[in-house]
Structure formats: C-alpha cells, structure tokens
C-alpha cells in the first residue's frame, strides 16, 4: 500500500494506520530527513528479520534506530554530559550517533561491541510515528545493500511494495545518506560523511 501522509503536516488517522501496522511487527517504508527509510518496531525480531531479507543484507551489520526525542536515546544508549550537549545542539538532524547501548536494546540491533547507531531526523511524519508508537523503529536507507539510497517514494514502491506492509509517501526527498559519529570517547569521531554537516568536529565541546 502506498500512503500519502502530509509532510508539514501529518494527519494522525494515517499515522495511526501506520502504527497500528507496526504494533503488528509489520514493515514499513518512510520518510527521514534525508532519504527514505526501511523500519519496523526494534522490538518485532520477525520485522527485523524481513528487512535483513529485504535488504539483502548480512546479518552481522546491524541496523540502527529512530528515537523521539532526546530523553528517549537515554533510555536505550549511554549518553554522557558532552554527548548529551552536543546532540541536544545538532538534534533532531541528518545524523546518527554510535554510543554504548543499554540492555533494554534488542540484541539483534547491537554489535558484539554491544553498541548501538540512534537517529532523530529532522521529519515531522518519522517523528509523529515514532512518537505514537511510544517506542524506537529501526532505520536503514530504502535500497538493497550496496545500492544506491532512494529519495522517491514511488519507486521505493515499485522496487519494494510487495516486501512491505506501508510504503509512506512523504513527497520527493533527497538521495542523501545521515552523517554517522561516534560519539564512544572523549571526543566525536566522524565515521561518515553525509548529509549531516560535520565542520564542527574536532571542536571544543
């Protein structure tokens, strides 16, 4: 099923259908602030399952999660002082931060480090989701591994529709990918250069 929800301005009976699909362990297609993405509930191993599927993607790289606010990321990772200051300065945003993971987290979504990768995009449809779901969902980029990401909806539907449950039309977004920093030191280290501007790193936080 293809659903257009409005972007500025999400309609809440749509975002309910949205969420009653992953209260079901469904899959769904969404957008973020930079491309769109592919979740399900980080608590539905099913889901999590069918979208290493989907993806076509080894299941020794894990996925990373959407979280709704910064209170939430606290819930599920390691937030120390600067990295609590320098997310609530760049957040929500085109990044995703690597921190320890707390034991609430699934272990399907951790590395053998027992880290974790959390997003909180700049989109009022992921964030109205997330936020009614009351929990994270999982979020990696609408495309299978090694392939390029895709920023319309349209043909995340004609590649991927019969896969998933929801693809959520968003309108067009970019092809852009988040910028990942770890945020495990004393200090950021970026792992990624993406849409996420990273001039700041290296300085004083």
């Given amino acids: ?51 290493y599927q989907i993806k076509q993607r080894e299941k020794k790289k ?27 300065r760049l957040l929500p945003g085109a990044y ?4 320890d993971a707390t034991k609430i987290v699934p272990d399907l979504l951790t590395t053998k480090q027992k880290t974790v990768g959390v ?20 979020t990696t980029s609408a495309n299978l591994s090694g392939e390029e990401p895709i920023g319309d909806p349209r043909e995340v539907f004609r590649l991927m529709g019969k896969q ?5 039309d968003g309108g067009m977004l970019s092809a852009d990918v988040s910028s990942v920093v770890s945020l495990l030191g004393d200090r950021p280290v970026v792992l990624r250069s993406g849409a996420g501007d990273t001039g700041w790193c290296g300085e004083d936080q």
């Fill in 1 to 51: 099923m293809l659903l257009a929800i409005k972007p500025d301005n999400p309609q809440q009976r749509l975002v309910r259908q949205v969420v009653d699909v992953l209260e079901k362990g469904g899959v769904i297609a969404y957008p973020t602030d930079t491309t769109y993405g592919i979740g399900c509930s980080i608590f539905s191993r099913k889901g999590v399952d069918r979208i």
């Fill in 62 to 88: 894990p996925f990373s999660f959407i979280c709704a606010s910064q209170a939430d990321i606290s819930k599920y990772a390691q937030v120390s002082n600067y990295a609590f200051k320098l997310m609530k």
């Fill in 96 to 99: 995703t931060f690597v921190l």
């Fill in 119 to 138: 997003r909180m995009p700049d989109n009022a449809i992921c964030a109205a989701i997330v936020e009614m779901l009351g929990h994270p969902i999982v």
């Fill in 164 to 168: 998933l449950d929801i693809v959520v």
